[in-house]
């Protein structure tokens, strides 16, 4: 995502009286409504996305908040995982960590009864950009 797509959103966020964070400590992280993040890919195939964490950018911020927003671009679709990992190249240097997510984590453990967002966020959205 552009410089000036990042300060476009923040703008649009702060004229709805959005407050907009930028620290990526985990007590900062634990208390907010919800991320905004970019992401690497998207895989068609299995409507994953693939979320890097880094030096500017924390693991925790796909991981933590309740809410978790995704943007990606058209261009960064992949049909599957064979066409994202042929695309690496780690001449270009590799993430710290990386995250495949394909919607919010789910566990039916406890007496057979499911139960979403027990690990990470309990709600997964993906803003498709022009």
Known sequence: MTADRVSALREALAAD???VVTERDDETLFNAD?????????IAETGTFVCASGASSARGSSLIPPVHIALLSAAQIVGDLFDYFDQ??????LPANV???????????I???LVTGVH???????????
Request: proline content about 7%.
């Open 99 to 109: 995250n495949l997510i394909t919607g919010p984590s789910k566990t039916a453990d």
């Open 34 to 42: 919800a991320a905004i993040t970019g992401v690497l890919a998207a």
């Open 111 to 113: 007496e057979g009864i």
């Open 120 to 130: 990470g966020p309990g709600a997964v959205h993906v803003v498709l950009l022009e």
């Open 17 to 19: 009286n959005i407050t």
């Open 88 to 93: 690496l190249d780690p001449k270009d240097g």
